[in-house]
C-alpha cells in the first residue's frame, strides 16, 4: 500500500515498470459467470463436486446462458434459455456425481424432463417445489428440463 498497490504485484520488489504491478489475485469476474446466472455450485458438503448445486439465475432481459466448469469428475453444465414463457434448462452431471436442481417454474404448473412429466422420467426425483422453483435431484447424465416461468 505504501507504494500504491491496489492489487498484489506479480513481484515482490518495487521496480520502474520493470515487471507487471496488477496481479488481481483472485479478482476475476468468470467464476461469478458459471456459479450465478448458470447456478453451477458446489454442494457445502461436497468433495470435489460430487455433491452439485444447479441453481440458475434467470434476471431482467437476459434470455440465455451457457456455461460448464470442468470438474475432477467430469464437465458439468447448465445451458439455459427462455421464451414466450417457457424456461428450459440442459443439464450435464459427471459420473460420480449428483446433483439437485432448483428449475425456475411457476407454481403449479408442469415440469418436464425430455418432454416427459419428471415423475416418470429416469434418474429424476421431485424432491419438493418451492416458491418459484421445482426441487429436483438427478444422478449422472444429461437431462433437459423444461417448466413454465
Known amino acids: 500500500l505504501e507504494n500504491g498497490a491496489t492489487t498484489l504485484w506479480e513481484h515482490w520488489e518495487f521496480s520502474d515498470n520493470t515487471f507487471s504491478h496488477n496481479h488481481p489475485m483472485f479478482g476475476s ?3 461469478w459467470f458459471y456459479k450465478v446466472p448458470a447456478g453451477i455450485n458446489p454442494a457445502p458438503d461436497a468433495v470435489g463436486f460430487d455433491k452439485i448445486i444447479i441453481r440458475p439465475q434467470p434476471v431482467s432481459d437476459l434470455k440465455w446462458v451457457k456455461a460448464s466448469y470442468d470438474s475432477v469428475h467430469g464437465k458439468v453444465v447448465s445451458d439455459w434459455g427462455r421464451e414466450a ?4 434448462l440442459r443439464v450435464r452431471v459427471p459420473v ?3 446433483a439437485t436442481v432448483f428449475l425456475p417454474a411457476k407454481d403449479g404448473t408442469p415440469v418436464t424432463e425430455g418432454g416427459k412429466p419428471v ?4 434418474g429424476v426425483q421431485l424432491l419438493r417445489t418451492e416458491p418459484g422453483h421445482a426441487v429436483l435431484a438427478v444422478g449422472p447424465g444429461d437431462y433437459e428440463f423444461g417448466s413454465e416461468f
Open 29 to 31: 469476474v468468470s467464476e
Open 85 to 88: 414463457g417457457n424456461f428450459k
Open 96 to 98: 460420480g456425481a449428483a
Open 119 to 122: 415423475e416418470r422420467a429416469a
